[in-house]
């Protein structure tokens, strides 16, 4: 990463994601995690394990675990995750470090199921926000990396076989019950932060066949104001070649879709899809013009 792209824009950006994002989590170990005994998995977990025997500030446990990985995993990372990964692990301490002189008690009735609901949404969302764009917490990564590299164990099966062992460990400190409620803080966690990555703006992918393609395609196209795409298809029994339609639609609209079709033909074969991040004209950050597709009719008659 040259000295330009560290001052761009979108690099800014990613920095403050990433530290708004280390905040958050830093916040949620020190008031959730720590308070109401639920463990981690990866080398947070291995932090909240020492201060639990050894009373060793997580803070400073994150930089000892995660300094050395990063130098010897600097070959494994692309030169932006080397950079992002050192802003995250240093991140994460400093707010563990600062989360830490703040003077705040959060009252649940000592109720550890909502402890480990909330706890898993903020943290899930503050991770969310590091790994949106492409920064993590810690070492974990590294690891899985090289194991992959010289042991041809996939990355995905190593850090699930290494927050399993951690967790296992975590029973050194935290009873049974303590560890079934980790459990529903991280299945939380994760798919807040599979819901951050994919994007707020999920959607259903509708695929259409039917003999009255060419009569349903325009009706969607001006009553749901939606692009629909043609494609060609072929029928392994048949043999025959016809256009298939393919449409994405917000969850809301998937009925009158359905409505629309069946109007023309009622047999009509229609396949609906999650679709888990939709971005351009309609969706994400693009809003669609009102009447858009009536008004590029009108100019083009």
Request: proline share 4%; hydrophobic share 50%.
């Given at each position: 990463m040259i000295l330009k792209d560290i001052f761009s824009l979108k690099t800014i950006k990613d920095f403050i994601f990433i530290l708004l994002g280390t905040a958050i989590f830093g916040f949620t170990v020190i008031f959730f995690n720590i308070p109401n005994d639920l463990a981690e998995g990866g080398i947070t977990g291995i932090t909240l394990i020492g201060r639990s025997l050894f009373g060793i500030n997580p803070a400073i446990?994150?930089?000892?675990?995660?300094?050395?990985?990063?130098?010897?995993?600097?070959?494994h990372l692309g030169v932006r995750s080397f950079y992002y990964t050192i802003l995250g692990t240093f991140g994460l301490s400093f707010w563990l470090a600062f989360w830490q002189k703040v003077p705040i008690a959060i009252d649940l009735n000592h109720d550890i199921l909502i402890a480990s609901l909330l706890g898993g949404l903020i943290?899930?969302?503050?991770?969310?926000?590091?790994?949106?764009?492409g920064g993590t917490t810690g070492g974990s990564d590294i690891i899985a990396r090289i194991l992959e590299k010289y042991w041809g164990i996939s990355v995905g099966r190593s850090l699930l076989i290494f927050d399993v062992i951690v967790l296992t460990a975590s029973l050194t400190y935290i009873s049974l019950v303590q560890m079934m409620y980790t459990l529903i803080y991280a299945y939380v966690f994760?798919?807040?932060?599979?819901?951050?990555?994919?994007?707020?703006?999920?959607?259903?992918?509708?695929?259409?066949l039917s003999n009255q393609?060419?009569?349903?395609?325009?009706?969607?196209m001006s009553e749901l104001e939606r692009g629909v795409t043609y494609l060609d298809g072929e029928g392994a029994y048949s043999r025959q070649t016809k256009k298939m339609i393919y449409i994405v639609l917000t969850p809301r609209e998937v009925p009158e879709a359905k409505r629309i079709v069946h109007e023309f033909d009622p047999s009509a074969f229609i396949s609906i899809i999650n679709v888990h991040e939709a971005l351009g004209e309609g969706f994400g950050y693009l809003r669609p013009q009102k009447n858009l597709f009536k008004q590029r009719k009108k100019q083009r008659s």
């Open positions: 446990t994150t930089l000892l675990l995660n300094v050395p990985l990063i130098i010897i995993g600097r070959k943290a899930g969302f503050g991770v969310g926000l590091v790994y949106k764009v994760s798919k807040v932060i599979d819901s951050i990555i994919d994007g707020g703006y999920s959607a259903k992918g509708m695929y259409i393609n060419f009569e349903i395609a325009p009706v969607l």
